[in-house]
């Protein structure tokens, strides 16, 4: 397989030019096939049945938890299912015991699903919130994490990738950091695991989150990764119990702990093939091919004037998040002329980094196009010939 011959897995791309990846990614026909075969020959309830078809769905979604573990190096015991990212962080978030002069320190660089759970601990519990400010391209210096840090700092809980410019994080040399403090480490890897080769251990991070829609996968589906299960369930219920009395409940060991209720199985199947499928092109072709679209993006927009690009250079450590702004224009009428005039799909607005936005002066937000592995320098040539053309015109 081969990024010459995989749009034909993607139907869609036949009528627009998808640049919006960042915020939901397309997914191949092989991840649709395989959900659907579940609902066709095998649909049942997983871990809940003796029959044959519940055997089947049981064996089909105990592999995709092993597939998706061995997508990010993690060992046996130590993945759980969600619904998503959010889902993830807020499990982390709850499953802890919070006393009033824990610290937990963030940046400002985070998505609000790595910044409200949070400040609601700060409400709730008092707890102290710190947080890290990057450079304008979105560069974090780790020094910026030492001079903080403390021995009452419980958790750091950081993005491996900013989904608004593009940085990639050196997560290892914090988590060097946070060892030697005792303190957690939470990585949001919500758009690094999509797009480049991770591995927790080389890490050396205690949690892990993403979502299964922005790799291929379908929507629904996420991951939460645990160095050690340390945290309360964040829900109990059918499934997650070993034995229960009139009395009290025993929870069983294992994922089921902490996936209380009838699982999304088709979902998690579909993440599974999803993994198949990014694991057949390889993370490291799939970075290299993105980076190469990435390169040309920034360097011919930047190129263009009344246009600015934010984040770092084309040189830079980054993944293929490109955001930008037109002189003059709101970003979200430059996304309805780069739909209405070339059938291009980007992102417009704050993506969900207010606080970011507002360090940067981009009262508005920004442009943001974003790649896959199923994105062409077609692709690339058409964005920056619509955007030489919006901001000629203005």
């Known amino acids: 397989m081969t990024f010459d011959n995989i749009r034909n897995d993607f139907p869609l791309l036949s009528e627009v030019c998808y640049l919006d990846s960042a915020a939901t990614s397309l997914s191949p026909e092989p991840v649709l096939e395989a959900m659907l075969e579940y609902e066709h020959k095998y649909r049942a309830n997983a871990g809940r049945g003796v029959h044959r078809i519940a055997q089947q769905a049981s064996q089909k979604y105990r592999d995709a938890h092993q597939k998706v573990r061995k997508f990010i190096h993690a060992q046996e015991g130590e993945l759980v299912f969600t619904r998503n990212s959010t889902e993830a962080i807020n499990t982390v978030a709850s499953g802890l015991a919070w006393q009033k002069g824990d610290q937990v320190i963030t940046t400002l660089l985070e998505h609000h699903s790595n910044l409200l759970p949070w400040m609601r601990l700060r409400n709730r519990y008092g707890i102290d919130l710190q947080l890290l400010t990057p450079a304008r391209d979105g560069t974090l210096d780790p020094a910026a994490l030492e001079a903080i840090i403390t021995k009452q700092t419980r958790l750091v809980a950081i993005s491996q990738a900013s989904n608004v410019l593009g940085n990639v994080v050196p997560i290892s040399e914090f988590a060097k950091i946070c060892q030697n403090y005792g303190a957690l480490l939470l990585v949001d ?202 901001a000629g015109d203005f």
């Open 189 to 390: 890897g919500s758009q690094s695991v999509p797009h480049i080769p991770v591995d927790v251990e080389r890490l050396g991070c205690d949690f892990l989150c993403f979502s299964g829609h922005k790799m291929l996968g379908p929507t629904g589906t996420g991951v939460l990764y645990m160095k050690t299960p340390c945290l309360e369930p964040l829900l109990v219920g059918g499934g997650s119990v070993e034995r229960v009395t009139a009395e009290d409940y025993t929870l069983t060991d294992g994922y089921e702990r902490y996936e209380a209720g009838t699982p999304n199985i088709a979902g998690a199947i579909g993440l599974a093939r999803a993994v198949d499928y990014l694991n057949a092109l390889g993370m490291e072709n799939i970075q290299n091919h993105e980076q190469q679209i990435t390169r040309y993006i920034i360097k011919n927009l930047t190129g263009i004037e009344n246009v600015e690009v934010f984040g770092p250079g084309p040189a830079g450590n980054r993944i293929g998040v490109i955001s930008f702004a037109v002189k003059g224009l709101n970003p979200h009428d430059v996304a309805v002329m780069l739909d209405g005039e070339a059938n291009v799909m980007v992102r417009s607005g704050h993506h969900c980094c207010m606080p970011l936005m507002q360090l940067l002066n981009l009262t508005d937000g920004t442009v943001r196009a974003s790649l896959h592995c199923y994105n062409t320098i077609e692709d690339a040539e058409l964005l920056v010939d619509t955007v030489r053309k919006i």
